[in-house]
């Protein structure tokens, strides 16, 4: 395992995000708990010990779950990161209530990492509230020892990312950004490494393979791909092309298999940086994609929630991107389950507020209804 220094401690390159565990329904909190605590296990057996949760993940179970699974192992062996939930301006005067309650899921009496969960261009405001004096309380549970580091995870876009920096970047001591070779030039990561070195940060990746999605190209698009790449496998090139990137400390991936788990420790087993030749490969790749008109869903189900229809958001996004590349009208059909289709739509909306690419979703099934009928 590929270790990094960050102020003294030790942290494997690669980090088990916790939001993406095998289910046992369609609801995302029904998780499959014997697999779950499969995954965590060997994770830690191959030499991961960054381990990274929040509030919302899995229903509000991923916590729990995590803090279960770990409490085998000596607290000393691993570092536990949480976020504050703060993208719900009402947690905002619940904080100690909320912090307190983190910690007893995770069954533990510190986080080593904490985060504000997804400053965003939607969220910019209520974070930066001095009224609701958020940040000064967290810095109090820093002092009292209850957290080791504090950062944020962010979304928003340059300016706002810039306006958050300007007023806190001196209480931050990380920001972990969606960066991955589509991202580079797709949503500006390139700047957004570019601005973290300016302030002196360090960089935590979220989102490495879009949650699977660069893992799981249509085939025409992986033909091109082992062209190009005849040595890797689609998540060992995204990879290794972060393994590229100056002041990359942390990259995380929400594994949700133990064969994932191995093979991407594999990967992180020695570094294997992409050459100048093969950067500008990888990155020319996901421009190619980003034109291609494939919506760049990462799958994280923030939108799911609040959908009136209970409409499979993702996986219907998935068809549709599927859909670009075969043609396949009748294959599409068959993978939308019946009265969960696009044209259930009712556009409301509530899924662009929740999503955190700001992606135009009601525009999309629209499209996707179009072709299917």
């Known amino acids: 395992m590929i270790y990094k220094d960050f102020k003294g401690l030790k942290l494997s390159g690669l980090g088990l995000g916790n939001m ?183 960089v935590w990746v979220m989102e490495p393979v879009r949650g699977g999605r660069l893992s799981r190209l249509p085939k025409a698009v992986v033909e091109e791909f082992n062209s190009i790449f005849p040595n890797d496998t689609l998540p060992s090139a995204a990879f290794r092309f972060l393994q590229s990137i100056p002041g990359v400390t942390m990259v995380l991936s929400g594994m949700s298999s133990v064969t994932q788990v191995e093979e991407n420790a594999a990967t992180w087993s020695n570094p294997r940086p992409m050459d100048g030749e093969e950067f500008e490969k990888i990155v020319d790749f996901g421009r190619r994609i980003s034109k291609s008109g494939m919506v760049p869903c990462t799958g994280c189900r923030y939108c799911v929630a609040g959908c009136p229809q209970q409409l499979d958001i993702p996986a219907l996004l998935t068809v549709y991107n599927e859909l670009l590349f075969t043609n396949d009208v009748e294959a599409a059909r068959t993978a939308i389950p019946e009265g969960r289709g696009p044209d259930m739509c009712v556009a409301c909306h509530n899924c662009e507020k929740a999503c955190p690419q700001e992606l135009k979703v009601p525009g999309r099934l629209v499209e996707l209804a179009e072709k299917l009928s």
Not at 184 to 194: C, G, L, P, S
């Open 20 to 202: 993406r565990f095998p289910l046992l329904s369609d609801d995302q909190s029904d998780v499959d708990l014997e697999q779950a605590e499969k995954i965590i296990d060997k994770a830690f057996e191959l030499g991961v010990n960054y381990f990274d949760t929040a509030w919302a993940y899995h229903g509000g179970r991923s916590e729990s779950i995590l803090g279960r699974a770990l409490s085998k192992y000596p607290r000393e062996s691993f570092y536990i990161s949480d976020k504050f939930p703060g993208f719900d301006v009402k947690n905002m005067a619940r904080a100690r209530e909320i912090f307190a309650e983190q910690l007893r899921r995770c069954g533990v009496e510190r986080f080593d990492f904490y985060l504000l969960h997804n400053v965003s261009d939607n969220t910019l405001d209520g974070y930066m509230n001095e009224g609701s004096a958020l940040i000064e309380y967290l810095l109090e549970e820093k002092a009292a020892g209850r957290i080791g580091h504090l950062g944020f995870s962010c979304h928003a876009e340059l300016d706002g990312m810039r306006r958050f920096l300007d007023a806190h970047h001196n209480e931050m001591e990380f920001c972990q950004i969606q960066l991955n070779y589509l991202d580079w030039t797709y949503q500006h990561a390139r700047e957004k490494v570019d601005m973290l070195r300016e302030y002196g940060l360090p």
